[in-house]
């Protein structure tokens, strides 16, 4: 079984936990290091998972609130850190063993078993990675900056146990905000973030038991806002306390009306 807990979410640092096996077998997998390796270290302990069962961590994107500076330099040597072929930074680990880090391309085995798949999605000029985490008994749909929502992502991601998507901001308080209008206009342009409204929808065709929402604008949202469009069980994420444990549930068949929907 895989569980979750969210340990930070939002533009000032993203790191989500999962583990998966239990006692001295458990390994862990973090999903972005958005956070200095010393607080996620300390997190982590919090969290009753040792810094060493850390085999792998999965980067969406190299933007600073996902991929903090410090890691260039942290000692890494159980984990490996995994990014897509098209994001592939040498820069980032300077004078460093490559073997550190993986690239992937189509599906790949992070940790034991764990099989992810990624789907790429516009975010900016880089773009960024979703991923779909399974287990035999447990499905993760895994999705944070992204512009918007596409056919693929809603194939991939169908009948997940549980659905981690950001849920940025508020349409309105977004166009009201004292943001510059550029600013605004990248968010909202398909290619920045996704709104609550669109979050909701796409949870909704997702059919995940469970929703988390992930990377709340400050500015432009409310925990209230962006829980108001789903039903169900929903974990609304935040930039300064981590999220309950949450175990991952298993996929369920789509129905072909739901497929075709
Ligand atoms: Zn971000």
New binding site residues.
């Given amino acids: 079984m895989l569980r979750l807990r969210v340990l930070a979410s939002g533009?000032g640092g993203?790191c989500s936990l999962l583990t998966v096996g239990a006692g001295h077998r458990t390994r862990a997998v973090l999903i972005d290091a958005g956070l200095s390796p010393r607080r996620t270290r300390r997190m982590l302990v919090e969290s009753g998972v040792r810094p060493d069962q850390v085999v792998a961590i999965l980067i969406t994107h190299f933007?600073r609130?996902?991929f903090h500076p410090g890691w260039a330099n942290a000692d890494l040597a159980h984990t490996r850190v995994w990014c897509h072929e098209q994001h592939d930074p040498p820069s980032l680990f300077p004078g460093r063993d490559r073997p550190v880090l993986r690239t992937f391309s189509g599906c790949f085995e992070p940790a034991g078993p764990v099989r992810a798949t990624p789907v790429r999605l516009a975010h900016d000029a880089e773009g960024v990675t979703a991923f779909r985490l399974d287990t035999d008994d447990s499905a993760l749909g895994f999705a944070?900056?992204l512009g918007r929502v596409t056919p693929e992502l809603l194939s991939v991601f169908g009948g997940v146990g549980a659905l981690a998507i950001e849920s940025n901001y508020c349409p309105r308080m977004q166009l009201e905000s004292a943001r510059p209008e550029f600013l605004k206009a990248r968010i909202m342009s398909g290619r920045g973030h996704l709104s609550n409204d669109e979050a909701a929808l796409a949870a909704r065709a997702i059919g995940a038991g469970t929703v988390v929402l992930l990377?709340l604008s400050r500015q432009c949202n409310t925990p209230e806002l962006a829980r108001a469009g789903h039903r169900g069980r929903v974990i609304v994420s935040s930039q300064h306390e981590p999220t309950e444990w949450l175990t991952v549930e298993p996929a369920r068949a789509m129905s072909a009306a739901e497929m075709i929907a």
């Fill in positions: 533009s993203n933007d609130d996902h944070t900056d990377h």
